[in-house]
């Protein structure tokens, strides 16, 4: 399937989880895609994944660190110029902490904030003039689960989703007159360095039954934390279909994917 052809797409996040499946996923469509990322470990796991399916000839990998608007501006600067414009922004990298409320520090809040939140604006602001300038212009956030159902111990971290979730709307409806399309994508129950990690984060003393309904109906075979999950390609395929001509009269909205945890 090449619904993808000749599309120029940047993808942060890329160097694990999600935002990883996602590259390799658009690449498999025929995307010609910068993969960002602050780890170059992970990147360099990246090229070797694409590099065995053949598609890396159309791959460059790039440092970025959501959290500085330095690093961003001249990482999105250097992907426009290396792609020749951009017509797919994935904004997939984040970090999740996780601590009772009450103790969650201002200095924990505002890099959970700056990260996720901030760092998908910086992105985002400063990738529009190329996007705005392509015919297939779109921009897939990530937001989660927790942006709208209750995921105990993660105050910061579903704040930081919400606001993802409501700055794509924003940008939807400012910019559908010419052309762009903003989407927002809420993965839930899917197996990712987030949710590998996410049981080292939590409070010692913490009540585990309150995660009891966090669990998908459908069946899978994979497991995070103790968790039942599905597997990141799972997510990735609707991030494919959603940047293609596929998702064409898609805007403004948010597509859930837990397997049915909140149906």
Known sequence: MDRLERRRALVTGAASGIGQATALRLLDEGALLVAADISAEGLAETRRRAEQAGTADRLTT????TADEGSVTAAVDAAVRWLGGLDVLVNSAGILRAAH???TSLELWNRIITVNLTGTFLVTRQALPALLESDHGVVVNFSSTS???AHPYMAAYAASKGGIQSFTHTLATEYAARGLRAVCVAPGSIKSGITDET???LPADADMSLFAKLSPALRTDQRA???TMAGPETVAGVVAMLASDDGAFTTGTE?????GTHA
């Open 62 to 65: 790039m440092s970025l660190d």
């Open 101 to 103: 409320t009450h103790e």
């Open 147 to 149: 942006a709208s159902f």
């Open 199 to 201: 049981p080292n984060h």
């Open 225 to 227: 934390g103790g968790a």
């Open 255 to 259: 597509i859930r994917v837990d397997g």
